[in-house]
């Protein structure tokens, strides 16, 4: 009836002990530094001089869109640092992007109110965006704080410049340009921004010639700059070395080829010159680049109406004037007739329309231009002769010679 008692195994108990012990340690040491499965190992962070490295780089190279994210990433990681962000602001405003580049400039001032770089930066900024007070205040502190600085002087005589040719100049703006760009040189003449300065008021003044040459030297200095080989061959244009100003906006297409301009320029160059099947293709090219903007369709029109195929120039130049949807569903704005290249479009759309026998609109086209361009002595020969052309088709002229009226210069 006695059960017999069973003896503990010593081994079995040591085997338990070791096996708690290595429970104990495991949770307590070895878990908390092991990193959770599955998750990404952690690479070191990039210092932002690296970024700023590579930026000036590719800066260098032409490739402006990368450097502008490499600058971007430099600010992530060191957002306190202005020269960044007047550096990026730069950049900005060589690819046309106007209101970032002032958000960028205004957060390397609030970084530091007295970066005379900074205000000028600014400055520059805000007259290309046709703050022109503003800008003033802006290039006057600068120059309060760093008056030898040419690059001050080079941003502020570009904007002067482009004041002159506003609404908003003054007696004195043109010769505040003249005397700005040439402080600019005084001050550095080995400045990219000085040579461009000096050139944008040399054309401004019609001194082509001299242009060319200070637009050549900016060129040398940085040659990814696409608005300079504009400035370049339109001065050529100018002076009528078609061929030289023909290269130069082919080269300012191939830096940016998104803008329109360079194609505009080449179809009005080769308008120029009678080539117009050529013209048509630049500026069908200028139409897929901007397809929302009147004046590329105005441009277009005119090249169809040179080169006889009248129907398309009224397609285009209808668009232009009173606007509509394209064939994409895109909206365009028409243009209210103004003078210089407006005009332009109305007195060519309404040629176009006698041509094609619409007299009941090209006869209200005429009788705007006359009210509107009165002191056009061209626009009002045009104006007749669209009401010419009108009484020929309702005599049932079988043969209208598209030679008789006089065609607005390119």
Not at 32 to 40: D, E, G, Q, S
Request: aromatic letters at 8%.
């Amino acid at each position: 009836m006695t059960r017999r008692k069973k003896r503990s195994n010593p081994w079995r108990v040591l085997i338990l002990i070791i096996l708690v012990a290595g429970a104990i340690y495991l949770n307590q040491v070895v878990v908390p530094n092991t990193p959770p499965l599955f998750m990404p190992t952690p690479t070191p962070t990039r210092s932002p001089e690296s970024y700023v490295t590579e930026a000036q780089s590719l800066e260098a190279e032409g490739k402006y869109s990368q450097a502008i994210e490499s600058y971007k990433q430099a600010i992530d990681v060191d957002p306190k640092n202005p020269s960044n962000f007047i550096a990026l602001a730069h950049l900005l405003v060589y690819t046309g992007n106007y209101s970032e580049a002032e958000t960028n400039a205004r957060n390397a001032l609030l970084l530091n109110p007295n970066n005379s770089t900074a205000n000028a930066m600014l400055g520059w900024i805000l007259g290309l965006e046709g703050s022109y007070l503003e800008a003033e205040s802006a290039f006057s502190r600068a120059i309060e704080q760093d008056p030898n600085s040419a690059i001050i002087y080079a941003y502020q005589a570009e904007v002067y410049a482009l004041q002159s040719e506003s609404d908003q100049s003054t007696l004195t703006t043109l010769q505040n340009a003249i005397d700005a760009s040439r402080k600019a040189q005084q001050l550095d003449n080995s400045l990219m921004e000085s040579h461009r300065a000096r050139g944008i008021v040399l054309e401004l003044t019609q001194n082509y010639s001299e242009a060319v040459t200070e637009f050549t030297a900016a060129i040398a200095i940085n040659p990814n700059i696409a608005d300079l080989h504009l400035a370049l061959g339109r001065n050529y244009r100018a002076l009528e070395i078609y061929d030289k100003a023909i290269e130069e906006f082919t080269r300012a297409n191939a830096l940016n080829p998104a803008d329109p301009l360079p194609d505009t320029y080449i179809a009005r160059t080769y308008l120029t010159v009678g080539e117009f099947a050529k013209a048509i293709q630049f500026a069908q090219s200028a139409v897929v680049d901007a397809p929302q903007d009147p004046y590329m369709y105005g441009n277009l029109g005119t090249m169809y109406y040179r080169n006889l195929q009248y129907a398309e120039a009224v397609d285009n130049l209808r668009l232009a004037i009173k606007g509509g949807t394209t064939e994409d569903g895109l909206e365009v704005a028409g243009l209210p007739l103004d003078t210089g290249r407006v005009g332009e479009y109305y007195q060519t759309y309404g040629l176009a329309l006698a041509r094609t026998g619409e007299c009941g609109e090209a006869l209200q086209i005429s009788q705007a231009i006359q009210q509107g361009l009165s002191s056009d002595e061209t626009a009002m020969y045009n104006a007749n002769e669209i009401i010419n052309i009108c009484s020929e088709v309702a005599e049932m002229t079988p043969t209208i010679e598209p030679s008789e009226e006089v065609t607005p210069t390119p």
